[in-house]
């Protein structure tokens, strides 16, 4: 069964360093998302992209966060400096649109900031 | 505005049932449910669109109520793998694009 996968798993990092998070969403799929969850919290919606820009964004995602597609397969999320609340697991989700409406969700990058 | 999950943990006995909530004081479009098991990805469950509807598939089943903009999860017989935390999901737009906003989850736990 075709799945979402993240790489890294888990990514250690100082303060104010750069990290990219990669994602490979399903194959036929159009809709990409950026979800983060902070230890024992909720899931919280960061990005939505659609035919390569972003649809929607929280406020989360601020100008320190960036998404791409850049080869039409890879989804990936910068962070250009991060600080210490930007430790979570990070989702990457996709969607392939109508009539199916189902989010699946990647195995997560726990990204711990140091 | 985030859903409002209720209750916020139960413990069951395996072969129990459970009922989870979730309501909304926006108009939905669509109510996801996902189970997370600890240091996991959330896993799809179901979806429920607009219109009012009832899905199930083997012992959980789901129903959303547009008037009360609530969906309630019905876990029947339960078994040691339900354990987990359960979210629901929901989605304002009718865009397929649509983020979703998540509870803040249920925990469930399954013993013998």
């Known amino acids: 069964e075709p799945e979402v996968t993240q790489t890294p798993s888990h990514q250690v990092t100082q303060m104010g360093q750069e990290v990219i998070l990669r994602c490979v969403p399903i194959?036929?799929?159009?809709?990409f998302y950026w979800y983060r969850q902070i230890l024992g919290q909720k899931v919280e919606f960061l990005v939505s992209?659609?035919?390569?820009?972003?649809?929607?964004k929280s406020e989360i995602f601020d100008d320190q966060f960036s998404v791409e597609r850049p080869d039409g397969s890879n989804f990936t999320l910068k962070i250009r400096s991060t600080k210490l609340e930007d430790s979570a697991m990070y989702f990457c989700a996709s969607l392939s649109g109508s009539p199916s409406y189902e989010q699946y969700f990647g195995p997560g990058t726990r990204l711990t900031v140091t | 505005q985030q859903p409002v999950q209720s209750p916020q943990a139960v413990i069951l006995r395996e072969g129990e049932d459970a009922v989870i909530n979730c309501s909304s004081s926006?108009?939905?479009?669509?109510v996801h449910w996902y189970r997370q098991k600890h240091g996991e990805a959330p896993v799809f469950l179901m979806i429920?669109?607009?219109?009012?509807e009832q899905k199930g598939h083997d012992k959980i089943s789901a129903s959303f109520n547009e008037k009360k903009q609530q969906s309630s999860l019905y876990l029947t017989a339960s078994q040691l793998s339900y354990s987990g935390t359960y979210f629901c999901g929901t989605a304002v737009n009718t865009g397929t694009a649509s983020k979703l906003t998540f509870g803040t989850g249920t925990r469930l736990q399954v013993t013998l």
């Open positions: 992209f659609y035919n390569n820009e972003i649809s929607e």
């Open positions: 926006k108009a939905l479009y669509s």
């Open positions: 429920l669109l607009k219109g009012g």
């Open positions: 194959s036929n799929h159009l809709y």
